[in-house]
């Protein structure tokens, strides 16, 4: 038997908790569409993600190494998908939207710009510096997805449920009604909070994995981390004093270091959510406290692994020679765009022509948008054809396999 949208918004309504949106009671999108007969809304914008260009070339985008170092490193499209994983579970434990919270997941790094946060610090400079305001790639993702990923002949965008594009504007509070006035709330959905927190808990641990197997995170150093003390406990090894250890250990401590802190999370959040009780989505919005939280003990475990891959991962040599080509790369190209626009590709320069950015930037917001959009890969090849300078990471990679 078919499972129509209106048994599925039914089965929502029936089984999930008070403060879950359900897709039946979604804001709606900003031009209305027809619904489908099979699939929710939330379910309808999660497809329209996945079938972006945008989410596409996540595969050849950096999430630490650069895409051209290995084949085996995570990329922000495998990171998308293991911080969907791990958001699904939190939802279906704590009953809240699996829909929704997938694919806030899967977008939140669809507006990462080549070779990672080293890209967007250098896009947000040049900008600045053409005096075109700013880049971030929270707020890419919403331009990537309301206008620039132009699908449909009658709007712009993907016209995203009002859920989905609160969950990805992480940086402005959502505006709620309540007895006719308009208030500004402390949060965003119980589903948006989910996948915040899962990203933060599967970058953390992935990374580990990528500087272990690398070789600049070692077993020794790691001994100092109270984490990867704690999971070592828990399953009974001693973490190796010298030498890099097997491929068997480093799995399961960083299965173990995603474990520990998602049970963390789902232990702090229960009882959270039992304190407070929300009883709609905006009674969670309302909440003064995150109710998707650590607790402080795993708080500051998890800071510490934070700041442990800052000192031992982010900042070597090897991953710093890497940023520095990057912002070369993205300083080039913008220099060499903004000094001459026809270098811009057919489609691009007809948006400088119609005056698309006359508001918001002008023509440094164009290039922005054409260089945000690149992968590693082809932004150094762009970077080659236009200066004559090849940059590789042979030497990189050799120091590291």
Request: glycine fraction near 6%.
């Amino acid at each position: 038997m078919l499972m129509t949208r209106e048994q599925i918004e039914a089965r929502e309504l029936a089984t999930l908790a008070p403060f879950a949106e359900k897709a039946a009671h979604s804001r709606g999108r900003i031009v209305p569409e027809a619904e489908h007969p099979w699939r929710t809304a939330f379910q309808r914008d999660r497809d329209r993600c996945v079938h972006t260009s945008a989410f596409r070339a996540l595969e050849y985008k950096t999430q630490v190494f650069v895409n051209l170092t290995g084949d085996y490193y995570r990329t922000r499209l495998t990171h998308s998908i293991e911080v969907s994983l791990v958001a699904r579970t939190i939802a279906r434990t704590l009953n809240a939207n699996e829909d929704l919270t997938e694919v806030l997941a899967i977008a939140h790094d669809i507006g990462h710009p080549p070779f990672g946060h080293q890209g967007e610090y250098k896009l947000d400079e040049m900008m600045q510096q053409y005096g075109a305001g700013r880049f971030d790639h929270n707020d890419h993702n919403l331009r990537i997805l309301e206008k620039l990923e132009d699908r449909y002949a009658n709007f712009r965008g993907l016209n995203l449920t009002y859920e989905v594009r609160e969950g990805l504007n992480k940086h402005h509070r959502p505006r709620l009604i309540i007895d006719g006035n308009p208030v500004e709330a402390y949060q965003i959905s119980i589903e948006g909070q989910i996948a915040d927190l899962a990203d933060d808990i599967t970058y953390n641990a992935h990374d580990l994995d990528d500087g272990l197997h690398s070789g600049l995170v070692t077993w020794d150093s790691l001994q100092k981390v109270e984490l990867a003390r704690t999971v070592a406990e828990r399953i009974g090894v001693s973490l190796p004093r010298r030498g890099s250890g097997d491929e068997m250990l480093r799995y399961q401590v960083v299965r173990q270091v995603i474990d520990v802190q998602v049970e963390s999370l789902m232990a702090c959040s229960s009882e959270r959510l039992d304190r407070h009780n929300p009883q709609s989505p905006d009674a969670v919005r309302m909440c003064e406290e995150k109710l998707i939280a650590f607790d402080d003990g795993m708080k500051r475990q998890h800071l510490e692994l934070k700041d442990f891959l800052m000192e031992h991962m982010y900042t070597s040599p090897e991953v710093l020679r890497m940023a520095a080509n990057a912002r070369t790369v993205i300083t080039d190209l913008f220099s060499a765009f903004m000094r001459d626009p026809n270098l811009l590709p057919p489609h691009q320069q007809q948006r400088i022509a119609d005056g698309d950015e006359n508001d918001n930037g002008g023509v440094a917001r164009i290039v922005c948008d054409y260089i945000a959009g690149m992968t590693d890969r082809a932004a150094l090849k762009e970077h080659q054809r236009l200066t004559g300078k090849a940059l590789n990471y042979d030497d990189i990679v050799a120091r590291m396999l």
